[in-house]
């Protein structure tokens, strides 16, 4: 069964900063792996998608790497900014075979606040 | 292109109730995904559909129950509703499902008294 994790469960951080965020799997059969955020009561907005066969990608301040086979993916954000502040997900599709189409395994989460 | 969208946003309900939420997929999605987000459990896959048939389902118990039209929209049901039922009841779409970026709409906030 996969599991994913998010390390910190909490970031607050100047504004400014560059920081990273990570995300773990413990199945490195993985399709894709997906960032969303969301902000208080919302719902999910997506970042960046990554397929298994990528290292990275880049979109604006964001960008993800991906390593499949240690189970790890990071996010990290450049020159953070008050706006900035929301809850991240990283989200994980299942590899080729079985059936678990469209379904994906969340991790819980880092919430990140950046003060101005 | 207009977004995904999910209605009603607010529900309230008593516990035994049923009810009925509506998700419409970006236009010319085909799969519908549909989550529960609570904030002891995080987010939750409840089931997916497409083309009207569903591919796959979470570990939920069978009142909760779905449904997808020839035009795409989906709709979830939850029968005989409990005070755990309470969350925030997300759906997703995505072109076919399975490798591709999936779009979240933003959730109707169900309250179960």
């Known amino acids: 069964k996969q599991e994913v994790t998010q390390i910190p469960a909490a970031l607050s951080v100047p504004e400014g900063e560059n920081l990273v965020l990570n995300c773990s799997f413990t199945?490195?059969?993985?399709?894709?792996l997906q960032w969303f955020r969301q902000d208080p009561g919302k719902g999910l907005t997506s970042l960046l998608l990554?397929?298994?066969?990528?290292r990275e990608q880049t979109s604006g301040r964001l960008n993800a790497s991906l390593d499949k086979s240690s189970g790890r993916s990071t996010l990290y954000i450049a020159a953070s900014q008050p706006g900035d502040s929301a809850t991240y997900l990283c989200?994980?599709?299942?590899?080729?075979?079985?059936?678990?189409?469209?379904?994906?395994?969340f991790g819980q989460g880092t919430i990140l606040t950046v003060h101005p | 292109k207009a977004g995904v969208t999910q209605t009603p946003r607010y529900l309230i309900k008593t516990r035994g109730q049923q009810v009925t939420l509506s998700c419409s997929p970006i236009?010319?999605?085909?799969?519908v995904s549909w989550y529960q987000q609570t904030p002891g459990q995080g987010l939750q896959f409840l089931f997916e559909?497409?083309?009207?048939?569903?591919?796959n389902k979470g570990n939920f118990p069978g009142r909760f129950s779905g449904r997808q039209f020839s035009n795409s929209r989906s709709e979830m049901n939850v029968s005989t509703l409990e005070l755990g039922d309470s969350a925030l009841y997300l759906c997703?779409?995505?072109?076919?499902?399975?490798?591709?970026?999936?779009?979240f709409g933003p959730g109707t906030r169900l309250t179960v008294l």
């Open positions: 997703a779409s995505s072109l076919l499902g399975r490798g591709n970026e999936q779009f």
């Open positions: 990554i397929q298994s066969s990528q």
């Open positions: 236009s010319g999605h085909r799969s």
């Open positions: 989200a994980v599709s299942p590899g080729a075979g079985g059936t678990s189409y469209g379904k994906l395994t």
């Open positions: 199945d490195s059969a993985i399709y894709n």
């Open positions: 559909y497409f083309s009207e048939t569903q591919r």
